[in-house]
């Protein structure tokens, strides 16, 4: 029997990642794109875009720009998680644990020849710690990393 709450369950992806640690569910990329824009707008870039143009052809392009900006929020503003629908609309990963009814891919025997999973690194990693110590602890350690400030985006930024 788990002792996960339920929404603790929800940010356990079936790959072996702890959405509550990525971030684009930390709300990351809509900060970035929020901060952008304030920065924008403080200097009137928006409203010199057009003049900008004749100095650096780019600008031209601005309003492109801005809907690219309203994409990211878009696509990746409000993530509930990939258990709760968010992620990859086409994760392999997560179809094939729905499809075998796992929770996570620990559980399967096949999981170090994996063709899907051989190839996330962090995800495999996370998976062999998941099957050491079980979920609901792995979980709880993973919660507390993210409470102390941990984000898997930070080791791709080194």
């Known amino acids: 029997c788990s002792t996960l709450s339920e929404s603790t369950k929800n ?4 790959c072996g990642l702890y959405c509550g640690a990525c971030g684009i569910y930390q709300g990351k990329i809509k900060q970035a794109v929020e901060n952008l824009r304030k920065v924008i707008s403080a200097y009137g870039f ?3 875009a057009p003049q900008l143009a004749d ?10 720009f801005e809907k690219v900006l309203d994409g990211f929020v ?10 709760a629908g968010g992620g990859d609309p086409n994760c392999a990963v997560r179809e094939c644990c729905k499809q075998r009814s796992y929770t996570t891919c620990a559980e399967c025997i096949e999981i170090d020849t994996c063709e899907k999973i051989k190839r996330h690194v962090q995800a495999l990693k996370e998976l062999k710690k998941i ?3 079980g979920i609901d602890k792995w979980a709880e350690d993973m919660q507390k990393k993210v409470d102390a400030g ?3 985006l930070d080791e791709r930024l080194k």
């Open 11 to 14: 940010l356990v992806g079936c």
């Open 46 to 48: 928006d409203r010199i």
């Open 55 to 64: 100095w650096e052809p780019a600008f031209q392009h601005y309003t492109e």
């Open 74 to 83: 878009k696509l990746f503003g409000d993530c509930p998680g990939c258990v």
């Open 131 to 133: 099957k050491a110590i």
């Open 150 to 152: 941990y984000c898997y």
